[in-house]
């Protein structure tokens, strides 16, 4: 895809975004093979690596230095002391394919060599198998164990070994896995290999959400009352001096924390319950490890599932601000004690703690206030010497102005393109360069940003004084993630087919898995992020939902998409008054949803499902004959059978006629639909029934039917005994939250399980008491049986009713050209014959085009039977399939004609009787010698089925014979007036005789 902005673009700037796009190598990902291939042929080029190599030579042909510069050179000129040229890149997934792509732009800018810098990648068999992009982006890879990420991407030792091994000359740890881990950068600094990332002691200080609070309170930063809020000074809130380690003293921490159900409980009630609770494990993130609770009961429940989400980390309880506005600071900060505020995000919209959307610059702060929360964020980061970029977190409060402090993330944020949209930073380019040890004040992005006249310059700049340039522009970001939306967005694993998306001159983003991947149950469930630029945030809203709709993931998965599309154009997004319960609040009440007629979801879910029937009917048949078998019994049921769809508990059953090979006539009830259905390159259905086109595609999950219509996705689950309890996630049991032979309730929990790293319930779907189908850490995978129960009352299950009304399908009306449905009928499909074959002469220019049409039909319908003629019909078959074993819907298709010889007969039979009317229609009977032939030909079939076309054939011919009216009646008229005419002689003639009909005509004509 292409990476454009809508701002004026300097030649380089332009052609460095095309090159980023070149770096994919033309990766489904991104686009269709066809876009692909229409933007080679723009360039005018053969491959991917011919464009790539012609946008490095435009490059090096445009302002850029003409000699290349070294990265020695570089790293001495801008003030740092460390050259880096191999990085490990010690994650996966979204986090290792943008480092990959932002540093080799960088590369190629500053370098004129976008492999100036080398990168090794981690790669799980897992990853290798799901085809995940950041493998083929990297310049070298090394293979890591299976499994959970504590076997690889979260094992610093393991890390540490590799990076050694592979002559790293730094590790990047992006976000999540071992980024957090103050044991990662420490190894690492023993064997002399950088971190790039904040020093181990200040990643431990600020990483740990309980010692962050702590210092933010020694700072005096506000602080919303938590666990330790009390303990301190005059049991106030607890403040700590850092040891010379650079830590908190242990006892102060310990004062902070809840380790026991108790504690937790002890704390509660010191905080209170009334503004609701949020149970949070110092070492979670990314919505993991975090729970929100309003009661001791759900206290002592969620306790233990944070426990089981994020194992060995300490838990704190905070109170939940209400109707707050989650906003967060961009810092940078090098080693010598600079630090730089980037501007900033908000990212109020949430789900279970899980960030939606992200948009910069916060337009709900008024400037003032978010200033003064980029001076504290620089002042708390300044103050520890923290080194590289991080995010201090914010809860607001737009109605009071008031901001507490949250947390900081020792690391880059997935959501850091928001602030590279306004602020035109590189985020992973200057990770790299403050690992170089280059001052932020040289580093020429940031003093372009601080609008200094030479980026390359090195005068200082005073970040604590000094104001960055207006910020122009707004930019809101969408994570496409592996989710179901209709089940409270429960994680999805599968393969993924292709994901089509094409970028704008306001929309760009990136995919972590390429075509023919997929999302494994070790995986993150963000698989993909879009951003939407504009002028106002109104502007940047708009140009996100436009790409959010031409955004279509093929596969196994379920994405939000389509639900994101809803939540965008709801009122309080348009209006920015949402906060961070706001979609958690939207998600419990159901009032955001997709909703597609159900007449149309039904018609479109048969209509996938008959073209799944002829499809596989069709390959059950050409199994039979290259096995060498010779019967064609399953032929009819290619074009007549029999479909049922269970959608709201009600069944819809249908009869399927196929008329053609693109037109079906579907049954159900009292209505009787047209459908012409096509299936394109992409494997999608283009649909016209009931005067609209739709466009459908479905796929068969363990639980039912997921079906997409016009880009709207609906589930349409199987019918399951009702006493079974069935997973619709993929993942591993934790634990059954009853006992073996306990009883459940009617939408209640009754085990968790974990998938994508998540802790979740599944509910009961009827009451009764259960037997375990399987024990804790058990693997399972969608449509796994996890217990059964023993019905308390079923009498009260649910019935499924059956359909016997009338569709609300408008009525519609395929017409097609009568020699097209004259053919159908000779191929073996159903029509109605006599009409057809009249329709044929109807529309006939004259005679000769009436004749040229009866006389193809005739010839096809010869064709076909001369082939079975005299033999039997298992030598016929076994003389075909080996005649077009490599082709052989050919057989299916010269047996299903056969097969169906009486409607064929029935339309020949018609058309014959319409060569009686040639007289009366053209004023001629007379018969070409094409159409003659093809009537002798049938004179001489002479099997028994045959007898009635072979009758009215000769008796057509005998007819063609008799002379015309005109002339009959001319000659008679000649011997009647003839003087010397034998009228004795001629009252014996059989010419008078074969005449009489001709006697009131000529009496009127005397």
């Given amino acids: 895809m292409i990476f454009t902005m809508t701002l004026p673009l300097s030649k380089n700037v332009y052609l460095t975004l095309l090159l980023v796009a070149c770096l994919v190598r033309g990766s489904a990902s991104f686009s269709t093979p066809l876009a692909g291939n229409k933007r080679l042929a723009a360039f005018g080029l053969k491959s991917q690596q011919q464009q790539t190599r012609s946008l490095f030579s435009a490059l090096q042909e445009s302002e850029l230095p003409t000699s290349k510069l070294t990265i020695e050179d570089y790293v001495k000129n801008r003030g740092g002391d460390r050259v880096i040229k191999k990085v490990l890149i010690a994650n996966n997934g979204m986090a290792a394919t943008k480092s990959i792509f932002s540093m080799r732009q960088w590369a190629y800018m500053t370098f004129g060599d976008e492999h100036a810098v080398q990168f090794v990648a981690m790669a799980s068999p897992e990853d290798i198998k799901a085809n995940a992009e950041f493998i083929r982006l990297a310049d070298s890879f090394v293979e890591v164990p299976a499994g959970k990420n504590s076997n690889n991407y979260a094992n610093v030792e393991l890390i540490t070994k590799i990076a050694q091994e592979v002559g790293a000359d730094a590790v990047w740890p992006g976000w999540g896995h071992a980024s957090e881990k103050p044991e990662l950068p420490e190894a690492l600094t023993v064997v002399g290999i950088k971190f790039i990332g904040p020093t181990a002691p200040v990643m431990s200080v600020l990483g740990d959400k309980i010692a962050a609070n702590i210092l933010a309170q020694t700072a005096k930063v506000p602080s919303i009352p938590w666990s330790g809020s009390f303990g301190g000074p005059d049991d106030g809130p607890l403040q700590a001096n850092l040891t010379p380690e650079g830590t908190i003293p242990q006892d102060i921490f310990e004062k902070g924390t809840c380790r026991s159900v108790e504690e937790a409980i002890e704390a509660a009630e010191r905080i209170g319950y009334e503004e609701g609770l949020m149970i949070k494990a110092s070492e979670g993130g990314g919505g993991k490890g975090i729970r929100f609770v309003d009661n001791e009961a759900d206290l002592r429940n969620a ?23 989650h906003l967060e600071v961009q810092i940078v900060g090098d080693q010598h004690g600079n630090a730089v505020a980037l501007n900033g995000r908000d990212c109020s919209t949430q789900r279970r703690f899980q960030k939606i959307f992200e948009e910069g610059p916060p337009t709900i702060a008024d400037p003032d206030t978010f200033k003064q929360m980029q001076r504290a964020a620089q002042r708390l980061t300044q103050s520890i010497g923290y080194q590289g970029a991080g995010t201090v977190e914010y809860l607001y409060n737009a109605n009071t102005g ?45 003093r372009q940003f601080y609008a200094k006249e030479d980026p390359y310059a090195t005068d200082p700049i005073d970040f604590m004084t000094e104001d960055y340039k207006d910020i122009n522009t707004h930019v809101i970001a969408a994570r496409i993630t592996a989710e179901n939306p209709d089940e409270g967005f429960k994680p999805t694993v599968g393969s993924i087919e292709r994901i089509k998306f094409q970028s704008t001159t306001n929309v760009w983003g990136y995919f972590s898995v390429g075509a023919n991947g997929g999302i494994h149950e070790f995986a993150d469930s963000q698989f993909g992020h879009l951003f939407a630029k504009g002028g106002n945030r109104e ?30 154009e709801t009122k309080e997004f348009i209006e ?97 639909i047209e459908v012409q259905v096509t299936e394109n390159t992409e494997g999608n259905l283009i649909a016209r029934f009931g005067g609209e086109t739709h466009r459908i595609f479905g796929m068969d999950e363990p639980l039912g039917l997921r079906l997409v219509v016009d880009g709207n996705t609906i589930l349409m689950p199987a019918i399951f005994d009702p006493s079974e309890l069935r997973t619709d996630v993929t993942g591993k049991v934790v634990r059954y939250l009853q006992d073996n032979g306990g009883d459940v309730t009617q939408g209640e929990p009754y085990v968790e399980v974990e998938a994508m790293k998540m802790i979740m319930p599944l509910k009961a779907t009827e009451t009764g008491k259960i037997t375990h189908a399987l024990s804790p850490g058990s693997v399972i995978a969608a449509g796994d049986l996890l217990g059964s129960l023993d019905l308390a009352d079923p009498s009260k299950v649910k019935k499924i009713g059956t359909f016997d009304g009338k569709l609300e399908i408008p009525e519609s009306d395929h017409e097609r050209p009568p020699m097209e449905e004259i053919s159908n009928i000779l191929a073996g499909f159903s029509g109605d014959a006599e009409a057809v074959a009249a329709a044929g002469l109807d529309v006939a220019e004259d005679k000769d085009a009436a004749a040229t049409m009866v006389a193809t039909a005739l010839s096809e319908f010869i064709r076909v039977e001369s082939i079975f003629a005299g033999k039997l019909q298992d030598d016929v078959v076994r003389d075909m399939t080996k005649a077009n074993i490599d082709d052989l819907d050919v057989v299916i298709a010269e047996n299903q004609a056969h097969q169906q010889l009486r409607m064929r007969n029935r339309l020949v039979l018609a058309m014959l009787r319409q060569l009686e009317t040639f007289s009366d229609r053209y004023g001629s009977a007379e018969l070409t010698g094409e159409l003659l032939d093809m009537l002798k030909m049938l004179c001489g079939m002479k099997e028994k089925i045959y007898g009635e076309i072979a009758l009215a054939a000769d008796s057509i011919i005998r007819q063609s014979k008799v002379p015309s009216f005109d002339s009959r009646a001319s000659e008679l008229r000649a011997t009647l007036t003839d003087a010397g005419a034998d009228f004795s002689e001629l009252a014996k003639s059989a010419t008078l005789s074969a005449g009489v009909d001709l006697l009131t005509s000529l009496f009127f004509g005397f």
């Fill in 402 to 446: 008031k901001y507490f402090f949250l947390e900081l993330n020792p690391r880059l944020q997935v959501e850091h393109p928001v602030t590279e949209g306004i602020s035109d930073v590189n985020m992973p380019a200057t990770q790299l360069q403050v690992a170089m040890g280059i001052p932020l004040h040289n580093i020429p992005q940031i």
């Fill in 539 to 568: 502007e940047a809203r708009k140009n996100l939902i436009l790409a959010l709709k031409e955004v279509e993931v093929r596969g196994k998965i379920r994405t939000t998409v389509e639900y994101l599309v809803q939540l965008l």
């Fill in 576 to 672: 920015n008054t949402i906060d961070t319960s706001w979609l958690d609040g939207i998600i419990r009440e159901k009032s955001v949803s997709v909703d597609v007629n159900t007449d149309l979801t039904v018609v479109s879910a048969a209509i996938f499902r008959a073209l799944q029937h002829i499809k596989e009917q069709t390959e059950e048949v050409k199994e039979s004959f290259r096995k060498g078998q010779v019967s064609v019994s399953g032929i009819p049921i290619i074009n007549s059978f029999d479909v049922e769809v269970a959608y709201d508990d009600v069944k819809y059953p249908m009869h399927v006629e196929r008329n053609s090979p693109e037109l079906l006539t579907l049954t159900c009830g009292e209505s009787t």
């Fill in 303 to 325: 306790f233990i599932q944070v426990q089981n989400e994020v194992v060995g980390s300490p838990i704190f309880i905070m109170q939940l601000c209400k109707n707050a506005r």
